[in-house]
């Protein structure tokens, strides 16, 4: 699949616009609407309360003028009233301006603010304007924006009756109303922070996007190199016991001679298949480790009686310079001694005379250096030699160093590679245990 890092970029971008798409709906349009009706509901709970009130008052009023009046009744009817008040996030945000018209025309005399709350000049004015140019009807609720306010604001009549027996009575108009600006203003601020936020985590997500898309593609580019050079590999050796068979079936060559040779290109071929499917295991976790207290120049001893053949058939020596004292590390021997001789045998096909394995300890660690007398590693495949897959100028297929170095990872270890005067130098470093 190509152009998986460009494809990841596209999904995180608009993944991310949609969700900043869905915060500034929320921020500029449910907010603000939810807001509007939690005023208009404050008001209508108090439009319903004033005018019980006033109801309240008339009826007292014609109680009081036929002498039956008791002031009990009053508060009794207004607890039942409260009793079903619901709580709003206006219901102290009410303030009242009074509109009542005056007798000559149809101005408004007395704008002034009534009740505990408070307001500006410009609200009343902005309200009160408003009020002069339209024709409101008490009980509407209605919205109005201007630059100074976001109003929620309702009219109502209050009528005080001064004498039952000639119906005298007071009117007076409010204009009641709710200023959200505040905190509509306040969501809608927010826009800025969200959008900085939102700048940020498409730069951050474009970052990881990218790099892991990159990693993706490496890994499809390895998986096809991989695929490429086990095949290779595969094949050279199924060639080479075709061709023996042939020869056998065919009577052109010597059959206990083929028989070595097939044999022999059989192990390498089952080497082949056996890194691969560590490789396999490491990746899945499956690959689990026998740990135990040893003497690690044992182990590598070990390996090196295990390639004598390869050492006599390639001229080549290995010579071990090793401290006298025991240096115990913690560890599976069988796939310690598989990482030692990946190592080695990678260093016998690129040395000339000798290898030297040197060992140095430290209070916490043991260091062991593979150092090959052979032209050293090429500047172009130094930074890849350990990466899996990676084949190099003449190298094999990539498998032997980089299982090596899984195991040694797996040992809590680590293992580098560089150039030293005349050859390449593997050291490894593993943790010394009392």
């Not at 096809?224 to 050279?236: A, D, G, V």
């Amino acid at each position: 699949m190509k152009h998986i890092k460009f494809r990841i970029l596209i999904i995180v971008w608009v993944s991310m616009i949609l969700l900043f798409l869905t915060f500034a709906y929320i921020l500029n349009i449910v907010l603000p609407t939810h807001f509007v009706n939690e005023a208009e509901d404050a008001l209508k709970y108090e439009l319903d309360y004033q005018n019980y009130m006033n109801e309240s008052q008339q009826q007292g009023q014609i109680y009081y003028d036929s002498g039956t009046y008791d002031d009990s009744d009053d508060s009794t009817l207004a607890q039942e009233f409260e009793s079903g008040y619901q709580d709003s996030y206006f219901s102290s945000d009410i303030y009242y301006i009074d509109i009542t018209p005056s007798v000559e025309g149809g101005s408004t005399e007395n704008n002034t603010v009534v009740g505990s709350n408070s307001t500006s000049l410009k609200s009343t004015s902005e309200l009160t304007e408003y009020a002069k140019k339209h024709d409101l009807t008490d009980g509407d609720i209605h919205t109005l924006q201007t630059e100074n306010g976001y109003y929620i604001f309702t009219s109502y009549e209050e009528v005080y009756v001064t004498d039952t027996w000639t119906e005298d009575s007071i009117r007076t108009r409010y204009l009641m109303y709710i200023n959200i600006d505040h905190i509509v203003k306040y969501t809608r601020s927010l826009n800025w922070l969200i959008s900085a936020i939102f700048l940020c985590c498409v730069a951050v997500m474009s970052v990881i996007g990218y790099r892991l898309g990159v990693k993706i593609e490496d890994s499809q580019k390895t998986q096809r190199r991989f695929f490429q050079n086990s095949s290779h590999e595969l094949k050279t050796p199924l060639m080479a016991i075709q061709g023996y068979a042939e020869g056998i079936e065919m009577n052109l060559v010597d059959p206990q001679n083929a028989a070595g040779i097939i044999m022999q290109e059989t192990e390498r071929m089952t080497g082949l298949v056996e890194e691969i499917l560590s490789v396999s295991k490491i990746d899945s976790r499956g690959f689990k480790l026998d740990l135990v207290k040893l003497d690690i120049k044992e182990v590598l001893y070990d390996c090196f009686r295990s390639l004598d053949a390869v050492q006599q058939m390639n001229g080549i020596s290995i010579v071990p310079e090793f401290p006298d004292e025991v240096i115990t590390v913690k560890c599976d021997e069988y796939q310690m001694a598989r990482a030692f001789r990946n190592i080695i045998v990678n260093g016998l096909k690129y040395s000339k005379k000798k290898i030297t394995v040197v060992i140095e300890t430290n209070p916490k660690y043991v260091y062991i250096r593979f150092k090959d007398d052979g032209k050293g590693i090429d500047r172009d495949d130094i930074e890849h030699i350990f990466d899996r897959f990676y084949k190099g100028s003449d190298g094999g297929t990539g498998i032997g160093l980089s299982l090596a170095k899984e195991i040694i990872h797996l040992h809590k270890g680590t293992v580098t590679a560089y150039n030293y005067l005349d050859g390449a130098v593997f050291e490894v470093k593993l943790p010394i245990v009392d």
